[in-house]
């Protein structure tokens, strides 16, 4: 355990350096902040031109721009977990270094994705500052739920982490596919996820492939920690207890914790018999 932890933490800090050491700090602030809230305000105007205005204190509102917000970690995460496999073999070269290391390569993949959730977190408070205090979503930090906003955001995390780690053991046997393959993983969740409209809105399947995905109770958590006396009726989750969406996060995280170790074995032996851990494609 202390060797793991070591592994994590040291993981943690290299990712951050990866991620930030591309400029100074001021520049990298503004651009932690000027990124989210680009993000939110391309999702205000198409508000605007679909509906013809925007009504900011609506409850309808208020679940597209909370959705989107938390959104985030989604793409910054599964990204991020599954180009670790990429960048340490394609662009560094240093895969075959760090796996014959004696620490363990999936830990390391763990706290490497720390960093990743570090500057989602960033983006994710920016977005939902600018959503308050310059859009009027009525979120009060006073009549917010704070065990479920905590308890849900480290359980979603986990289980994000978690199928990251699992597509970054289909990575071990893929090229420069990695990108396609969480982009499209993370369209899928987009779309049948409930993010920017109910997923009642879906045909049968559709919801029932949306039900199937813990990702959908996980950003109903949040809306409802962030607004507890305002929820969308017609989502199909609004009538679910806490108690119920925490269960369903938690076994989801635990089911998916395991799956994540047995794709991760089973790409890391089939790179290892085929002769791929440490071969570079040229992209």
């Given at each position: 355990?202390?060797?793991?932890?070591?592994?994590?933490?040291?993981?943690?800090?290299?990712?951050?350096?990866?991620?930030?050491?591309?400029?100074?700090?001021?520049?990298?602030?503004?651009?932690?902040?000027?990124?989210?809230?680009?993000?939110?305000?391309?999702?205000?105007?198409?508000?605007?031109?679909?509906?013809?205005?925007?009504?900011?204190?609506?409850?309808?509102?208020?679940?597209?721009?909370?959705?989107?917000?938390?959104?985030?970690?989604?793409?910054q995460?599964?990204?991020?977990?599954?180009?670790?496999?990429?960048?340490?073999?394609?662009?560094?070269?240093?895969?075959k270094?760090?796996?014959?290391?004696?620490?363990?390569?999936?830990?390391?993949?763990?706290?490497?994705?720390?960093?990743?959730?570090?500057?989602?977190?960033?983006?994710?408070?920016?977005?939902?500052l600018?959503?308050?205090?310059?859009?009027?979503?009525?979120?009060?930090?006073?009549?917010?739920?704070?065990?479920?906003?905590?308890?849900?955001?480290?359980?979603?995390?986990?289980?994000?982490?978690?199928?990251?780690?699992?597509?970054?053991g289909?990575?071990?046997?893929?090229?420069?596919?990695?990108?396609?393959?969480?982009?499209?993983?993370?369209?899928?969740?987009?779309?049948f996820?409930?993010?920017?409209?109910p997923?009642?809105?879906?045909?049968?399947?559709?919801?029932?492939?949306?039900?199937?995905?813990?990702?959908?109770?996980?950003?109903?958590?949040?809306?409802k920690?962030?607004?507890?006396?305002?929820?969308?009726?017609?989502?199909?989750?609004?009538?679910?207890?806490?108690?119920?969406?925490?269960?369903?996060?938690?076994?989801?995280?635990?089911?998916?914790?395991?799956?994540?170790?047995?794709?991760?074995?089973?790409?890391?032996?089939?790179?290892?018999?085929?002769?791929?851990?440490?071969?570079?494609?040229?992209?």
């Amino acid at each position: 355990m202390k060797e793991n932890l070591r592994t994590l933490l040291g993981a943690g800090w290299l990712g951050w350096q990866m991620e930030a050491n591309w400029t100074d700090p001021f520049l990298f602030m503004i651009y932690s902040v000027a990124k989210p809230v680009s993000a939110a305000l391309i999702l205000v105007f198409m508000y605007i031109v679909i509906l013809g205005g925007v009504a900011t204190e609506s409850t309808a509102f208020a679940y597209i721009f909370l959705g989107n917000a938390f959104f985030i970690y989604v793409g910054q995460v599964l990204f991020g977990v599954t180009w670790v496999i990429h960048e340490d073999r394609e662009h560094f070269q240093t895969l075959k270094l760090i796996y014959i290391s004696p620490i363990s390569f999936y830990y390391y993949i763990i706290g490497r994705a720390g960093s990743k959730i570090l500057i989602a977190t960033v983006a994710v408070v920016v977005t939902l500052l600018f959503g308050i205090f310059i859009l009027g979503i009525p979120v009060d930090a006073f009549t917010m739920d704070w065990a479920l906003l905590v308890l849900c955001l480290t359980v979603g995390m986990a289980c994000l982490v978690s199928i990251g780690i699992a597509l970054a053991g289909i990575t071990f046997m893929t090229a420069k596919h990695s990108g396609g393959i969480n982009e499209g993983i993370a369209g899928l969740f987009y779309v049948f996820c409930g993010v920017v409209f109910p997923i009642t809105q879906l045909p049968a399947w559709g919801q029932s492939l949306g039900y199937a995905i813990p990702v959908t109770y996980w950003l109903e958590a949040m809306r409802k920690a962030l607004l507890p006396a305002q929820q969308l009726e017609g989502t199909g989750l609004h009538g679910i207890e806490n108690f119920w969406l925490v269960a369903l996060l938690a076994v989801s995280a635990l089911f998916f914790y395991f799956l994540s170790i047995l794709i991760f074995r089973l790409g890391d032996y089939l790179a290892r018999r085929a002769g791929k851990i440490d071969m570079t494609t040229a992209y």
